[in-house]
């Protein structure tokens, strides 16, 4: 009977009935806030807010740890009044540290995840996907700098003094890390220059290296090749390397030689015109731009003509297909002149005495 005496009288005390009541406002807020939520967000996910869809998402679970966090820690220092002032301070540092670090994932979820709706819903086929990918990095390290100084002015450390001390050795920390100061600076080039995008096709003739750009990093970029092999490339690399970037090619060049023989010599001019009214009636070919068709050297075994245009065509497959389509309608019109291919031939000339005298 007094154990159970002993419960009620604590039961009814004020500072208990505060803690009781903190932690059911607690639990109704989070039970509200889950509900709210997933209303709000069967909504969102059927329009193109992007910009509310990714806050929305960010901001649920960071929110529901904070309340939570505000509730327990209220509650249990009302719950006994005999706290030191140590105590006490050690729950506010918790709820300060609590509120800088969920604000700071907030932020961090939000810029992530705006980044993928983004991207993911195109709602722009011309969107600069390598802006969007700088714009997200750069804000990402402004998180960071302000949740580190927010930490520092909460441990009661001089934000100047940090400042003045981060400029002071900041040249210890140069020579230390020069190679990864060098990557980021060389991303910086790159986001500026913008010798190449996101999803562009380079190739590095220096590296011999080519493929499909994936990911532009502050230290490396990532290069998917032909053969699906990642290939991670420091950035610093690039400020002297040459870069030949394929997808901004504005035509690509057909060209092709023709090797007859020395014995068609009289079919060529006919060969000649057939071949450039097959160039000017391709729909491919850039008629803007020169179309030659030309004897252009007269070989040891052979007559060899060039066959030069540029097509409209940039990507590669299109190009092989009318490429292989052009070569078949040369080849045709080579066999309907009735001219031949030449070949590499030797002729030996032997003396025919010298070689009876021998045989004798």
Not at 211 to 234: L, M, S
Not at 258 to 271: E, F, G, S, W
Not at 304 to 333: H, K, P
């Amino acid at each position: 009977m007094k154990t159970l005496q002993s419960i009620y009288f604590f039961l009814l005390q004020s500072c208990v009935i505060k803690a009781c009541v903190v932690l059911m406002l607690t639990g109704l807020l989070c039970f509200i806030l889950r509900i709210l939520y997933k209303k709000r967000v069967h909504y969102f996910n059927q329009t193109p807010h992007f910009l509310s869809s990714a806050l929305l998402k960010a901001l649920y679970k960071p929110l529901l740890i904070f309340v939570t966090v505000m509730g327990v820690t209220y509650a249990f220092e009302w719950l006994c009044l005999v706290w030191t002032v140590e105590s006490i301070s050690l729950f506010r540092l918790t709820r300060h540290l609590f509120f800088i670090a969920l604000f700071a994932k907030v932020w961090w979820d939000f810029v992530s995840l705006y980044k993928e709706v983004f991207l993911s819903r195109k709602v722009d086929k011309k969107v600069d996907r390598t802006l969007i990918h700088a714009l997200n990095q750069i804000a990402k390290i402004t998180i960071i700098i302000i949740t580190t100084l927010s930490l520092f002015q909460l441990f009661g450390l001089s934000i100047a003094g940090v400042l003045a001390f981060g400029g002071m050795g900041g040249i210890v920390i140069g020579f230390a890390a020069k190679d990864l100061l060098a990557n980021v600076f060389g991303s910086l080039m790159l986001f500026l220059d913008r010798p190449f995008v996101i999803g562009d096709q380079i190739a590095l003739s220096a590296l011999k290296v080519e493929g499909q750009v994936k990911t532009i990093g502050w230290r490396v970029c990532e290069i998917i090749t032909a053969e699906g092999r990642p290939t991670y490339i420091p950035n610093a690399l690039f400020s002297n390397l040459v870069v030949e970037n394929r997808s901004r090619m504005k035509s690509r060049r057909f060209s092709c030689c023709i090797n007859l023989r020395y014995q068609d010599l009289a079919k060529i001019p006919p060969i000649l015109e057939e071949i450039e009214v097959i160039l000017k009636e391709n729909p491919a070919i850039d008629k803007t731009r020169s179309i030659t068709v030309n004897l252009n050297e007269l070989a040891h075994s052979s007559l060899n003509i060039s066959v030069s245009a540029y097509t409209n065509l940039v990507d590669s497959a299109d190009f092989l297909e009318m490429q292989q389509a052009l070569y078949l309608e040369m080849l045709g019109c080579v066999n309907r002149h009735g001219a031949k291919w030449a070949f590499q031939t030797n002729t030996v000339c032997l003396n025919s005495e010298a070689l009876e005298t021998s045989i004798k």
